[in-house]
């Protein structure tokens, strides 16, 4: 496997349901992202890790909460999900230096999820 | 603060034709700009990027693009279309030391034959 791979492509779960999204980034990288991905919606940056740390909360609700247990895994964990939360969910990472501002973010394929 | 405006959010050229898609940012800083692509079902791949070096930007599959600070404007073009190119495009804007990225709402290009 090579880039940015993303667990399940497609999610179908109601509103009562818990599940989780997986990231695995094969670059070496030190930061991954969460980004929502809506219909007629910018992407949203949702949340950052830096070498595992959380440095970004974008104002997301609690019924996600993400985990990065390594450097290369990146989950962001579902549950009790509203309808308007059926999106595209995109897993980015990069090599973060000094900053976080001039590296290029790699994106994976996303996991299209469906809340009913 | 940082924002991200593309001008068309559908563009339609034919095969063989130049490609203009037009973004215009705001930003406080002296700003990284990106363009990304998305085809169908895909994530999103990144055709160039500026960085404060050269103001014209050559990327991936004969696309560029020009940073004019005068007219906060990097539009991306391509001098001829090919049908592949058909995708969702976005252009993004860096804010700082921060890691975030804006993105603009997306241009979708179609390339009829």
């Known amino acids: 496997e090579t880039g940015v791979t993303q667990t399940p492509r497609h999610l179908v779960m109601g509103m009562t349901n818990k599940k989780s999204l997986k990231c695995e980034q094969h670059?070496?990288?030190?930061?991954m992202y969460w980004y929502k991905q809506s219909a007629k919606k910018p992407l949203e940056l949702m949340f950052v890790?830096?070498?595992?740390?959380?440095?970004e909360n974008n104002s997301v609700p609690s019924r996600f909460s993400p985990e990065c247990p390594n450097s290369s895994h990146l989950f962001l964990h579902l549950h009790t999900l509203q309808p308007e939360d059926s999106a595209l969910y995109l897993c980015?990472?990069?090599?973060?230096?000094?900053?976080?501002?001039?590296?290029?973010?790699?994106f994976g394929p996303g996991t299209r999820l469906l809340v009913l | 603060a940082q924002s991200v405006t593309q001008l068309d959010s559908h563009v339609s050229v034919s095969e063989g034709t130049p490609v203009l898609l037009r973004c215009n940012y705001s930003s406080s800083y002296s700003p990284s700009l990106f363009w990304y692509v998305q085809h169908p079902n895909k994530g999103l791949q990144l055709l160039l990027k500026y960085t404060s070096a050269a103001t014209l930007v050559k990327g991936i599959n004969g696309f560029e693009a020009e940073f004019k600070k005068s007219e906060t404007s990097f539009h991306l073009t391509k001098p001829s279309a090919h049908m592949s190119d058909a995708a969702e495009y976005f252009c993004v804007v860096s804010i700082g030391n921060t890691g975030k990225l804006i993105f603009g709402q997306g241009t979708t290009l179609q390339v009829k034959p």
């Open positions: 670059l070496g990288h030190n930061a």
């Open positions: 980015a990472s990069s090599q973060a230096a000094g900053g976080l501002g001039l590296e290029t973010q790699y």
């Open positions: 890790y830096s070498l595992e740390e959380r440095v």
